[in-house]
Structure formats: C-alpha cells, structure tokens
C-alpha cells in the first residue's frame, strides 16, 4: 500500500479528462470493448454447449485484450466526471508488484491465500458468507453455526437491516454506528464458534464510506493485523470518492484491501465476450488505482436472470478466470451468483457446476453462497454454506475438461428455472439453531446432490 500512488490517483480524479456520466455508460465503455473484440478477433466465441473453456489460447487473447481496454479506459470519478488513467507502464507494474500471497489471520485460524493456476492441486480457500441480509436477532447464531465448519476459511458475514432496532440508512450516522456493531458481533460469533483468529473482510455494511470507518481499524473493530478492508468498484468502469475514501482509510490503518466488482451480461459492456475483457480490465485497474491486495477477480450477473449459473454465465466466469489466473500471479478471488434458495436442490446444482468451475480454472479463493441472488432476508443457512466449500476443494486438480463434462450434465436439471427459481425457505424454516442440525428435508437434499456429484467423480471430503 502506497500513499504516492493513492495521491496521484486523486489528482488524476481531479484533472484527468472530462466526460459525462451518460455518455461514458451508453456510448464509451460498450464501443470500446466491442473495438477490443474486433481487434482480437474474440467476437463470437462464447461457446454455451461447452460451459467452461478449455482453450488456453483463447483466455490468453481475453486477457491481451482486457489488458489493452484497461489502459485505454481506467476508471471514471463519479463526482468529479473526471479519468483516472493508468499507463501500460504503470499497469505493468501494478500488476508485478501486487503480492502473489498474503497471509490472513492468527494461530490455528492463520491462512495463506495464494495465486493458482488452472487445474492446479492445491486447495483453494472459501469465504463465507457474503452479505446477504440477516436481521439482527439472528445474526451471530447463524454466523456462528456457519464458521464452526472449518471447511470456511474466511469471514465476511450477511449485511445487517437494522442497528438496535434502527433501519440503517446510507450515509446516515446509523451506518457509522453499524459498522462498530458488526464487527462487535464477528467477534462474538469467532468466539462462539471457536474461532477467534479467523480472518475477515469488512465492513460489508457500508454502502458509503461511513460503515467502512466506523468499523474498520477502529478500536473493537475489524482488525488491519490479520482483516481485510472490502473496497467494491462501482459497476462500468468507475471509481468514487466512497472507495477513494476507504483506499485511504485502509491505508492510514496499515490494512490489505480486497477489491471486486461485478459485471453484468447485457449491461455496459454488451455480450458475454465483452464483459470477459471488462472484467478482466477492471480487476487490473482495481489493483493499480484501488492497491487491492486480494482482487475481486470476475464476478458475472446475467440480467435476463440476475445469477451467473446458466452456460453463458459459466462460460464468462471461467474465461475470465482462468485468464487472469494464467497470466498474472494475482490473488483472484471470484464468486458464482446462485438464484434458487435454501432447501432446493436447484441450488446445490447451482453451485457444484460454479464451484467446480472456479476450481478448476484458477481461482484462489471463492465467497458464497449467493443464495436466491441475495434478493431475501434470512434466505441462508449453514448447509448450502458447507456444500459450496466441500466442493470447490475436493474440486482441486480436476481438469477443464472434467469441470464442462459436469457443467454439461448438471445444469439442464435447472436451466429452465433461471428466471422463474424456487425461492426455498429461510433458515428459521429449515434449520434448528438450537441443536444445530438442518431439516430432515434439507439434510436429504444434500446428501442426494452430494451422491450424485460422486457419481460424477468428485470425491467428497
């Protein structure tokens, strides 16, 4: 982390070159991802019959060509409608001085995340949960029971409705207030469970700068030593003064950053292939004006389904995975979007086909799971939390190959209910906090999808 980079990124954001917010989102960012596609002649070349690539040749040219877009964009200031530009120099050496490993954590909870490559046999680490909204009475048992499983390595938590009663609102004193609160009840929830030094990622309640700095480096807050500062980029190619802010928050704290930001099927950057290169783009400049220490890797939505689990989705999460994965030695960390909820074995296939992809093609870490998109409070419980993590490591050292073959047979089983998905049921309607145990609903559904994933040749754990 560098002070002289984070200043010169905020004089860029105040005399770099001008452009409008609407022109830069209708005309900008989608003609030049298509010129980058053109150019390197990668239009067309989603393959949705073969979900999860195995072409290096072709991750390799994304990558050229989300290299290129990365120089000619950067990222535009919301409030000053002002560029940030970086130089193919100065990304270079972003991206050569970005750590290829970060150690996390303390004492038996003390991680080391690592770049990996495709089809690489080592291990990679699983976050959980990410911020799905959890109401505030049930939010340190549910954290609790889903960290006792030690197949979660790091923390982030569900997002919080409401402090001491209080519906938290942006920007509001409120939300200064959460983030101290949420990092108060992760360290009850670690204590619970046994789990003290277990690193984590806050303030995931912070949809502006205050839940960041109310809960971040502060003390009894998330701690620099061994937590990470989450600092998301705003969809489309642009940065604003909430993660400038929360850059130099992190950095006057002597903490890490993980970075991310998600890319929409059908959105700013058009097709599947497009949003490949404006992934790959974003997660380079995130690293070189954002200093992540752990990028956000590539984190696809479908718009005609708000998930990333059909052929289209899988096939843009793996290219753009693996071609970062192949061609940097970045920290990538990338999730899968799943739509159905708890208690459905739709979600379970959701996740074995986005689990075994990621594992395969080079993800260092994953964070999920995503369930029923995010869309409903206390739509989580520990089992779908377990599955995704069982997986995506017992998934180590399968090839691409493998990894599509698994693609191919799982996901008619719930494609045509991508856009109409079960919800399922909250986690106080199919699990018991008090005896820790799911539904004997619940439980069977695990276990048929876990047979039939062995079936398929994954070993579970």
Known sequence: ??????????????????????????????????????????EKTCSPENPINTDDGLADNFYRAGFELAVELG????????????SDEELKEAIKKAPSEIVLG????????????????????????????????????LMQRIIENRVVDLFQGGSLETVFGRTIMSGTPYETLAGRVQAQMKDEALWRAGRVG??????????????QVGGYGVPGGFDPKKDMALILQPAGFKTSYTQLHKV???????????????????????????????????????????????SGGVNIIDIRYLGSSGREGQWTLGMGTQALSRNTDLIVDCMTEQVAGPCTDMLLYESIVGMTNLSASGACCSKGPRSAHGAYTNHLTPVESKFCGEVFKSSAGITRDQANEIAKKIIPNYEEKLRNPPIGKSFLDCYDLKTSKPSKEWQEIYEKVWKELEDLGVKRP
């Not at 277990?198 to 839940?211: C, N, R």
Request: charged content about 25%; aromatic content about 4%.
């Open 75 to 86: 990222l535009l200031c919301i409030e000053t409608e002002r560029l940030i530009k970086v």
């Open 106 to 141: 303390e004492g038996r909870d003390r991680i080391t995340m690592k770049n990996r490559k495709p089809e690489e046999k080592t291990k990679p680490m699983w976050l959980s949960p990410v911020g799905i909204v959890i109401s505030e009475d049930y939010w340190i048992p």
């Open 198 to 211: 277990m690193p984590s990622q806050g303030v995931i309640t912070s949809p502006t700068v205050f839940g």
């Open 1 to 42: 982390m560098s002070m002289d980079v984070i200043l010169e990124m905020l004089d860029r954001a105040h005399n770099g070159p001008i452009y409008k917010i609407r022109d830069w989102d209708s005309k900008i960012i989608l003609k030049e991802a298509r010129e980058k596609l053109k150019e390197h002649g990668l």
């Open 248 to 294: 130099v928050h992190a950095i006057n704290c002597g903490g890490m950053i993980a970075g991310g930001t998600d890319e929409m099927i059908g959105g700013y950057a058009g097709p599947p292939e497009g949003v490949v290169v404006a992934a790959i783009a974003e997660t380079l400049l995130g690293v070189a004006i954002h200093q992540c220490a752990a």
